[in-house]
């Protein structure tokens, strides 16, 4: 499993902006396109941003510094909630995922932690939930979220930008 992770590479101020950019971003009711579960009947809420929402947040310069935008896809800014089940999913071996932790705040006892597997699903790597973060990883790695306990925030936001390697 090639998880990177970069701590501390987004200032405070850009990530307010773009906190600030998905609380006020159209969020759609939709299951997952791209996952190879066979329970598609699960909706979650999600934005679609384009390359230049991304640029009008000031994120990409940081996502810019991990991986290149040569082979952009797609961007969707993932809202859970307390209460919300999460399936195992990939996104394909030809996906490169970078993944941005969206909320200002977040406690340990709040849960929420991004969970990878082996391909056989059973060794496990926990990531916290760390404002802030960036996550780089193949799109083959099955993973799934852990929900967030009902005494953090109402909301746990996350920006996945997804890389097709192919192109």
Known sequence: MNIKIY????PFYIRQRVYDF????TFVIKGWGDSDDLEIS??????RWSLEDLKNCKLY????????FDNFDKCVVNLTKPGDYHYTHTHGEETTVVLYYA??????????ETIFYDKYKKNIAAYEYTPGRL??????APHAIRPQSFNGPQYRFT?????????
């Open 42 to 47: 699960k909706s979650d809420l999600h934005s």
């Open 7 to 10: 701590d501390d590479s987004v």
């Open 61 to 68: 310069p940081y996502i810019n510094k991990i991986h290149s």
């Open 22 to 25: 998905i609380v006020h971003s």
């Open 135 to 140: 996550m780089k990883f193949n799109g083959i």
């Open 159 to 167: 920006i996945s930008i997804f890389f097709n390697e192919l192109s």
């Open 103 to 112: 909320n200002l705040e977040w406690r340990d006892s709040w849960a929420g």
